[in-house]
């Protein structure tokens, strides 16, 4: 796939566990966040967002935490499964201005059977 | 659900040729982003379309133009192509702009 990995950092988890992926974001204006999950081959895909006006959302399986003060960002994702595998990207935009994304590094999440 | 479309999904080029990328944003979507993923990388953004009119515009080339039409498809224009350029191109849409971008599965190009 297009990540092949040579410079992701990877979290390897046992089928079952629950996983947490980090993410420092950069700008301290951006008050608006997602966690994006993206497979070999494909774009990515929505997973969960976040407003700066909040510090945790909790979806299907998955939660959002953030610390606003230290700019940090973190996906918990209950449960983990096979079909969790891919590479998950944190992603912060400000409410005016720019609405376009700003990536973080991905992390490359491989869930052992 | 229907998706963002883009097309072609894979395209090889020579250097100094020129490529059309396109997208097509999901239903009532009137934003659309451009991303360029190197490989190993997260996305850049490049260019961004509201209402058929350029929004922002973020590390796009001099040699690289896009427009947003009519039916609100958008499509993104290479010209002199170099090997740099190869990358997965994303597309993603928005209904406004506060809302999460949903992304197509990309086009893959390949410079040789």
């Known amino acids: 796939g297009e990540n092949v990995g040579l410079h992701l950092p990877t979290l390897s988890v046992q089928e079952g566990d629950n996983s947490i992926i980090n993410c420092a974001y950069s700008n301290s204006a951006s008050d608006y966040f997602i966690w994006y999950k993206q497979e070999s081959g494909k774009g990515p895909q929505f997973i969960i967002d976040i407003r700066s006006n909040m510090d945790k959302r909790q979806g299907q399986r998955v939660t959002v935490l953030l610390n606003k003060t230290v700019k940090h960002l973190s996906l918990q994702i209950a449960a983990t499964q096979p079909g969790d595998s891919a590479v998950y990207f944190c992603a912060e935009r400000m409410d005016t201005g720019r609405r376009a994304l700003t990536f973080g590094s991905g992390t490359r999440l491989q869930v052992q059977p | 659900a229907a998706g963002v479309i883009q097309s072609p999904r894979h395209l090889i080029k020579e250097k100094r040729e020129t490529a059309t990328l396109k997208c097509y944003p999901i239903?009532?979507?009137?934003?659309v982003y451009w991303y360029q993923q190197g490989p190993g990388q997260d996305p850049q953004f490049l260019i961004s379309f509201y209402e058929k009119m350029q929004s922002d515009k973020g590390s796009i080339p001099d040699r690289f133009s896009a427009q947003q039409f009519s039916d609100y498809h958008s499509e993104l224009n290479m010209s002199s192509l170099e090997l740099g350029d190869s990358a997965l191109y994303f597309c993603?849409?928005?209904?406004?702009?506060?809302?999460?971008?949903?992304f197509g599965d990309g086009t893959r190009l390949s410079i040789l």
């Open positions: 239903p009532r979507h009137d934003t």
């Open positions: 993603a849409s928005t209904q406004g702009s506060n809302q999460p971008q949903h």
